[in-house]
């Protein structure tokens, strides 16, 4: 009996089987749930310093074959997919790339993506992540301020990405960052600021040393540096940039320039040409620094695509089509509680129509459904039904009661 009690203890601290919460038995030994979750946290650090992303081994796919894979989940958008698919395989080019003996090196273009909210910069950045094999992350420039300031340095950016690379820092010096809102940190005024814009053109001089390529020290955990804290050096120099962002009013600074070289007859017939529902296409470098963009940063975003805004046709495949639509995901939702969710083509048209009238872009589609199915969402799953139809008539009643209403363009 004496034995059995002796034998009742963790075999790796020591500590009795009254002092623990669980202790689990082995064939000659005994371990406790302290020295348990121990060992576990310990295995997991050995993992992520043995995790690499295999670039040498990695299936690369060509433009055209990345560009299939957008279509799968973003309608349209055709311009900046392939812009998208040219620079990540030219990327992967670069990272793979051997020193010659002419010494040519290949250098890298950052991207930046002009659009309208809703039309799906952000969902190519997410998708786009999914076929990738090297660490990818979405950070959100609206946070940003200059170091010594409330809200994020700019640092905080490598910080996301050395998370997604589990901290293998060999391996986040070869990923992507998706640069969210970039327009948010456009300059207040048209002028150099003379006090301190810190959210604003302060944030854009910090990013420089980033997009440019130099070896920047990060803290791994995020936050403000501290002297105490342990910085990681990154050196960003093979990392790529993608930035986004709607640049509302931009419009006016394209209109504006292209109406300058209107000049006499002929100039007046090629202005005719423009089509002037579709100002962004026409977007240039100038443009953005009439925003608010410092010169240095745009010339450290050479590639400039933009996003078509979205028509009726375009609203209407995005609603269906896609891997990942939300008529699709209302279905599935429904289908787990047993009922077969349906649509009339109507209603489908009734929806587009008012994501057309209320200027939402793709998100205003889910925001129209959720008000038409809220409801049945609410009482179905207590009900005894095995279907259910969704007519033009029952939107039309359920918009009509709703709050998204008063979302109505004037």
Known sequence: MTNKIKSDKCSFCGREKAEVNLLIAGIDGHICDRCADQAHSIIQEEVKKDSTFDLEGANLLKPKEIKEFLDQYV?????????????VYNHYKRLKQAVDADETEIEKSNIILVGETGTGKTLLARTIARMLHVPFTIVDATVLTEAGYVGEDI????TRLLQAADYNVEAAERGIVFIDEIDKIARKGDNPSITRDVSGEGVQQGLLKLLEGSTVNVPPQGGRKHPEQKLIPVDTKNILFICGGAFDGIERKIAN???????????????DRIERENLLQYVAPQDLKSFGLIPEIIGRLPVLTYLNPLDRKTLRNILTEPKNSVIKQYKKLFKID????DFEEEAYDYIVDKAVEF?????????ICENIMNDAMFFTPSEDIDSLHIT???????????????LKAV
């Open 257 to 271: 320039r292209l109406n300058t070289k209107v000049i006499g007859y002929a100039a007046a017939k090629k202005a």
């Open 359 to 367: 200027k939402l872009g793709a998100r205003g589609l889910r925001s």
């Open 155 to 158: 640092e905080s950016l490598l």
């Open 338 to 341: 047993g009922i077969d969710l």
């Open 75 to 87: 309608i349209g958008q055709d311009e900046a997919k392939k812009t998208l698919a040219v620079s």
């Open 392 to 406: 033009k008539e029952y939107a039309e009643n359920k918009i009509m009661r709703s709050n998204i209403q008063r």
